[in-house]
């Protein structure tokens, strides 16, 4: 089954102490990029991969960090996680740039204290 | 950059009563465009994509929309929602230019089905 697996599902952590969130995907695709959902704002980019070794910034990027040394794997790296970045975040992968076989993940709801 | 406008925050309809959700969008350059749901506690589903070809575009779950070049819009609709239709629909655009292109999500419209 076609899918992009996100880990953890909830996270609450303090401020300060860096994490990790984990998106992998099963369907070799090349595109993956990380989203954040937040109220009223709808989905908004934070990084994208274009392929391994390969990673731009979107259109909030500021305290995260990206790495894509395997083709499946895209982890979103918080150094040091402020209050403003709670959040509910999305990993996504596509077959192709444009989005037209795009698949999300379920999603890590993220809270900062 | 595109931008993408979602009108409505929040639509209330009774079950079996018709919808249009309501998109538009900035850049009337080449796009992609898509209608995104995402039920209570879920991730984005794909309810359906203009690529080319006919403006009308059929979904899954009966969804349906119209793609208008001209007023930049791509309205989704629905003749008849049921109670299971409650949840948070987000429009999506996808710009064609450059190499890589991402997406640009509206604000989102809750759409709430009451009985």
């Given at each position: 089954?076609?899918?992009?697996?996100?880990?953890?599902?909830?996270?609450?952590?303090?401020?300060?102490?860096?994490?990790?969130?984990?998106?992998?995907?099963?369907?070799?695709?090349?595109?993956?990029?990380?989203?954040?959902?937040?109220?009223?704002?709808?989905?908004?980019?934070?990084?994208?991969?274009?392929?391994?070794?390969?990673?731009?910034?979107?259109?909030?990027?500021?305290?995260?960090?990206?790495?894509?040394?395997?083709?499946?794997?895209?982890?979103?790296?918080?150094?040091?996680?402020?209050?403003?970045?709670?959040?509910?975040?999305?990993?996504?992968?596509?077959?192709?740039?444009?989005?037209?076989?795009?698949?999300?993940?379920?999603?890590?709801?993220?809270?900062?204290? | 950059?595109?931008?993408?406008?979602?009108?409505?925050?929040?639509?209330?309809?009774?079950?079996?009563?018709?919808?249009?959700?309501?998109?538009?969008?900035?850049?009337?350059?080449?796009?992609?465009?898509?209608?995104?749901?995402q039920y209570p506690n879920q991730?984005?589903?794909?309810?359906?994509?203009?690529?080319?070809?006919?403006?009308?575009?059929?979904?899954?779950?009966?969804?349906?929309?119209?793609?208008?070049?001209?007023?930049?819009?791509?309205?989704?609709?629905?003749?008849?929602?049921?109670?299971?239709?409650t949840a948070e629909?987000?429009?999506?655009?996808?710009?064609?230019?450059?190499?890589?292109?991402?997406?640009?999500?509206?604000?989102?419209?809750k759409?709430?089905?009451?009985?």
């Amino acid at each position: 089954e076609a899918q992009v697996t996100q880990n953890p599902r909830y996270l609450i952590t303090v401020t300060g102490k860096k994490l990790t969130v984990t998106c992998s995907q099963n369907m070799n695709h090349e595109y993956m990029s990380w989203y954040r959902q937040d109220p009223g704002l709808g989905l908004r980019q934070i990084y994208y991969s274009m392929n391994v070794e390969v990673t731009d910034k979107g259109d909030v990027p500021e305290g995260y960090k990206v790495s894509r040394k395997e083709k499946r794997n895209f982890p979103l790296i918080l150094e040091s996680p402020s209050p403003n970045q709670t959040s509910l975040y999305f990993c996504a992968s596509s077959f192709d740039g444009q989005g037209r076989r795009a698949f999300f993940g379920q999603g890590t709801r993220l809270t900062v204290v | 950059a595109q931008s993408v406008t979602q009108l409505d925050s929040q639509v209330p309809v009774f079950e079996e009563a018709p919808v249009e959700l309501r998109c538009n969008y900035s850049s009337s350059v080449s796009v992609y465009l898509f209608w995104y749901v995402q039920y209570p506690n879920q991730g984005l589903q794909l309810l359906l994509k203009y690529l080319s070809g006919s403006t009308l575009v059929k979904g899954i779950n009966g969804f349906e929309a119209e793609f208008n070049k001209s007023q930049t819009s791509f309205h989704l609709r629905k003749p008849s929602v049921h109670i299971s239709d409650t949840a948070e629909y987000f429009c999506a655009v996808s710009d064609l230019r450059g190499n890589f292109n991402k997406f640009y999500f509206g604000s989102g419209t809750k759409l709430n089905v009451k009985p």
